[in-house]
């Protein structure tokens, strides 16, 4: 059964740093791109960050560049997001995706907010 399961939302204040991780099973995560996503209510889902399988490239949105990174450890089928200097605007729920071929998974999404 394919499996994306996020963890480390939580409520940051302004300034703070959360760690996303997003473990992946039933499938070689490694074959796969892996996304992470964000979404408020009434707003369509935003690409956050990218990595290719072998983790050798990445990208960002322009919004996170220079305060969030995606990294990847393939030995334990898992993907991270560190994510610094957060805003209220990071406000959302963060959702990891493994885009490979034909396939398209998706996590259920970890709520992130950022509040004093």
């Known amino acids: 059964q394919v499996q994306l399961v996020e963890s480390g939302g939580g409520l940051v204040e302004p300034g703070g740093s959360l760690r996303l991780s997003c473990a992946a099973s039933?499938?070689?995560?490694?074959?796969?791109?892996m996304r992470w996503y964000r979404q408020t209510l009434g707003k369509e889902r935003e690409l956050v960050a990218f990595?290719?399988?072998?983790?050798?490239?990445?990208n960002y949105a322009d919004s996170v560049k220079g305060r969030f990174t995606i990294s990847r450890d393939n030995a334990k089928n898992t993907v991270h997001l560190q994510m610094n200097s957060l805003k209220p605007e990071d406000t959302a729920v963060y959702y990891c995706n493994a885009w490979g071929g034909s396939n398209n998974y998706w996590g259920q999404g970890t709520q992130v907010t950022v509040s004093s």
């Open positions: 039933g499938f070689v995560a490694r074959r796969y791109a």
């Open positions: 990595i290719t399988g072998s983790g050798g490239t990445t």
